[in-house]
């Protein structure tokens, strides 16, 4: 499992929501260390930043305290910044294995345009991000996956790219955890008199890469826009995680068409597993 979490926090109620009821169950998982991270916006903050960080630094220790068990070190950070830098940076220097980071499906459309700490955070780290998904409910919110189950029904993405090595390294962390896995693969490319031989090359990558974990997979090989078929493919399988390789490219060609990764983090109902791969 993810031995070294981190754990960004705004002080909003979706935020404060997953810090009380999924962040322990993720914990209890196997989390040995614990960084929560709160970042002063000095674009917003501007002059009044500094006198927040003493004041932000305290309710962030007090959050620690109550999130303090036994075999697992649980630590306060306040940086003054760009909070998507500022956390990606945290990442770095503290050797974080998995940043986790809440939103709620609704807005991630709009704030993404108006850039939004999570989709920012997710182009600016090189660490595994796990994007929760949370709905409103009346006046709470629900996680669209109990949290305690998260690793148990993973549908990993390939392309077959070097990132894909990647991705299964990260699927090593948690294979303990699942009950269940599907592989997949997006044939969106070739003419159509190759689309069959595609497909059947596809599978047999498929199955060369089951052989990087020891757990069994299913296979499946999808046809068509490769965002919806994943989407849709872990909506009929009961998917609880989506695990998808994030390749760099042009900043402004992803924000305004979107990558595959970005319009699966952007459109899925279930939490996202996005893998860095550069």
């Not at 993404?112 to 998904?133: E, I, W, Y």
């Not at 709470?140 to 109990?146: K, L, N, R, T």
């Not at 020891?214 to 009961?238: C, D």
């Amino acid at each position: 499992m993810f031995e070294k979490v981190l754990y960004p926090t705004d002080f909003s109620d979706v935020s404060l929501h997953a810090l009380r009821t999924c962040i322990p169950e993720l914990v209890s998982m196997g989390v040995k260390e614990l960084y929560l991270i709160h970042v002063v916006d000095i674009t917003i903050a501007e002059f009044e930043a500094f006198e927040l960080e003493d004041i932000y630094r305290e309710k962030l220790e007090k959050l620690a305290r109550e999130l303090k068990t036994d075999g697992v070190t649980v630590n306060a950070i306040v940086r003054i910044g760009i909070p998507s830098i500022e956390i990606a940076e945290v990442a770095e220097e503290v050797d974080i294995d998995l940043v986790v980071i809440p939103s709620v499906g609704e807005n991630i459309w709009r704030t993404m345009f108006m850039g939004s700490t999570a989709s920012n955070l997710a182009r600016a780290t090189r660490r595994p991000v796990l994007l929760l998904k949370y709905q409103k409910k009346d006046d709470g919110f629900e996680p669209s996956v109990d949290c305690s189950t998260i690793f148990k029904r993973p549908l990993v993405t390939l392309d077959f790219s070097k990132c894909s090595i990647k991705i299964i390294k990260t699927v090593r962390e948690f294979e303990e955890l699942i009950e269940r896995g599907i592989l997949v693969h997006s044939v969106d490319y070739g003419k159509m008199d190759e689309l069959e031989h595609n497909i059947e090359v596809a599978k047999l990558n498929l199955r060369k890469s089951a052989k990087g974990v020891r757990v069994e997979f299913e296979f499946e090989v999808l046809v068509g826009s490769a965002s919806q078929a994943i989407i849709g493919t872990a909506l009929a399988k009961n998917a609880t995680l989506i695990v998808i390789g994030k390749k760099g490219r042009n900043f402004l060609k992803d924000l305004l068409l979107g990558s595959t990764a970005e319009r699966v983090m952007r459109d899925s109902k279930v939490p996202v597993l996005l893998v860095p791969c550069d």
